[in-house]
C-alpha cells in the first residue's frame, strides 16, 4: 500500500492532510508513504520532519502518484493535476462534490475512486473521522478572535480606575459545531453571550454553556437535531418570525457571528442591510458561510468591507488560519478512516460496499459516479 500526500494547490489553502505523526502510524500498518515536497510548509512542517517519521519526500508529483493506491488532500484537486494516477486508486479529500461536480465526472473517468470526507456519515462510529466537526470547530473559535481583532473595544468587562469598560454582547447565530465553540469561545474571552438556531435541540446546549438562547416561540421551528442533524429551509412564516425576532434583538449587539448552512443549498440569509443599520457604528460581523453565499447581505467573501459603520469579516477558509491544529485534526480524521478499514493481511485498508461509511462517502467507482447524493 503506497500513500501519496499532495502539496496543496489551492490559492490560500495552508493545511495538509497528513502529519508526521499520521505518516509514522501508516508505516506501522505496513505502508509507505509519500510525500510532495512543501507539503507541510504552511503548517509549519518540514520536508525533514516528514522523513523523520518515515516518508520519502518527492519533489516531482508524478512521483509521488506512481503506483499511490490511496492519494490524500485536503481539497480535491484539479483532475488535471492527477494525471498518472492508478486507476482504481483512492482518492481521499474534501472534494466538494455539489460545488465542484464536473470534478466528479472527471474522477470517475479517470478511474479513480473518490471518497468524500464531508459526506461522511454522523454516526457516533464515524465521529473520529469526521472532517466538517474538527475543521469547524476551530473555525468557530477562530471567528470570535477575528471579530475581537476587528473591533475596536474589548471583549471583557474591566473595572479601572479611570472607569468601567463594558462587556462586548456577541450574538451567535447557527449553533452547529462552530457555533457552539463560538459561544465557549466568546464566553471564555468575558462576552456576555446569546445565540439562536432553528433547531429545538439546540436551546439546551446554548443554555448549557452558560449563554442566552434566543428562539422564535410563535412559529414552530426544527423539532430536536433535524434529519441527520442538519437544518433544512425554513417556511416562509418562520422566516418573517425569525427576521423580526432578528432585528429586535441586533440592534443590541456589539458582535454577530453567523455559522448557519443547509447541506447542498446556499446558506440562508440572516442579516439583511436595514438589519444591519439598526445596528451600532464599531460593530463587528464575522460570517462563517460567507463562502456559501453568505448569512449577511453585503458580506465579501476574502473582504473585511464596511456598512453602515458594521465592519462584516468574511475571510474565505477559515480551518486555513489556524493551518498547524487543523492539519492536525484533519490528517487524525483521515487515519481514523483508513486505519479502521485497514486488514492487517493486505496491509491496506479494504472498504465493503455495503458499509455505511463508505456508501456514505464514495463518490465514483469502476468509472461511475455512484453517490446516491449525487444521482439524487
Ligand atoms: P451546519 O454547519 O450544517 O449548520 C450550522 C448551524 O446552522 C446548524 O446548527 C443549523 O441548524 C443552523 N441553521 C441552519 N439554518 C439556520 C437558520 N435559518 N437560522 C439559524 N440557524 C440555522 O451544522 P453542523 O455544525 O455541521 O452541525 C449539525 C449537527 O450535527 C449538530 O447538531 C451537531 O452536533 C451534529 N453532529 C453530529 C455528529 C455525530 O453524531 N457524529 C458529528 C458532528 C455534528
Do not use: C
Request: glycine share 10%; charged share 25%.
Amino acid at each position: 500500500m503506497k500513500i501519496a500526500v499532495l502539496k496543496e494547490a489551492e490559492a490560500g489553502e495552508l493545511r495538509v492532510s497528513a502529519t508526521p505523526e499520521t505518516v509514522k502510524k501508516y508505516v506501522a500498518l505496513g505502508a509507505s508513504v509519500a510525500v510532495e515536497a512543501g507539503a507541510g510548509q504552511g503548517a509549519s512542517i518540514a520536508d525533514a520532519d516528514y522523513e523523520a517519521a518515515g516518508a520519502t519526500i518527492v519533489a516531482d508529483r508524478k512521483d509521488a502518484l506512481k503506483d499511490a493506491d490511496a492519494v490524500l488532500a485536503v481539497q480535491g484537486p484539479d483532475p488535471k493535476a492527477l494525471a498518472g494516477m492508478k486507476k482504481g486508486a483512492w482518492l481521499i479529500a474534501a472534494l466538494n462534490p455539489f460545488g465542484k461536480r464536473e470534478r466528479v465526472d472527471e474522477y470517475a473517468k479517470a478511474g479513480i475512486e473518490a471518497l468524500a470526507l464531508e459526506f461522511m456519515p454522523r454516526i457516533t462510529r464515524a465521529q473520529s473521522m469526521d472532517i466538517l466537526s474538527s475543521q469547524a470547530n476551530l473555525a468557530g473559535y477562530k471567528a470570535v478572535l477575528d471579530a475581537a481583532a476587528e473591533y475596536g473595544r474589548a471583549f471583557p468587562m474591566m473595572m479601572t480606575a479611570a472607569g468601567t469598560v463594558s462587556a462586548a454582547k456577541v450574538f451567535v447565530m447557527g449553533v452547529g459545531v462552530a457555533g457552539l465553540q463560538a459561544i465557549a469561545t466568546a464566553r471564555r474571552l468575558g462576552g456576555q453571550v446569546s445565540a439562536t438556531d432553528v433547531r429545538s435541540a439546540t436551546r439546551e446546549q446554548i443554555q448549557s454553556l452558560g449563554a442566552k438562547a434566543i428562539f422564535v416561540e410563535d412559529v414552530k421551528g426544527i423539532e430536536g437535531e433535524g434529519a441527520g442533524g442538519y437544518a433544512t429551509e425554513m417556511s416562509d412564516e418562520y422566516k418573517a418570525a425569525q427576521a423580526a425576532l432578528v432585528s429586535s434583538h441586533i440592534a443590541k449587539q456589539d458582535i454577530v457571528i453567523t455559522t448557519a448552512l443547509i447541506p447542498g443549498r446556499p446558506a440562508p440569509r440572516l442579516i439583511s442591510d436595514a438589519q444591519l443599520q439598526t445596528m451600532k457604528p464599531g460593530s463587528v460581523i464575522v460570517d462563517l458561510a460567507v463562502e456559501q453565499g453568505g448569512n449577511v447581505e453585503g458580506a465579501v467573501a476574502g473582504e473585511v468591507v464596511v456598512k453602515h459603520g458594521v465592519k462584516i469579516v468574511g475571510h474565505r477558509n477559515v480551518p486555513s488560519r489556524l493551518a498547524a491544529d487543523t492539519s492536525a485534526l484533519f490528517s487524525r480524521n483521515i487515519f481514523n478512516f483508513l486505519s479502521a478499514f485497514w486488514d492487517a493481511e493486505k496491509k491496506a485498508p479494504v472498504f465493503p460496499d455495503d458499509d455505511e461509511i463508505v456508501l456514505g462517502i464514495r463518490l465514483t467507482k469502476g468509472g461511475e459516479v455512484v453517490s446516491e447524493r449525487l444521482k439524487a
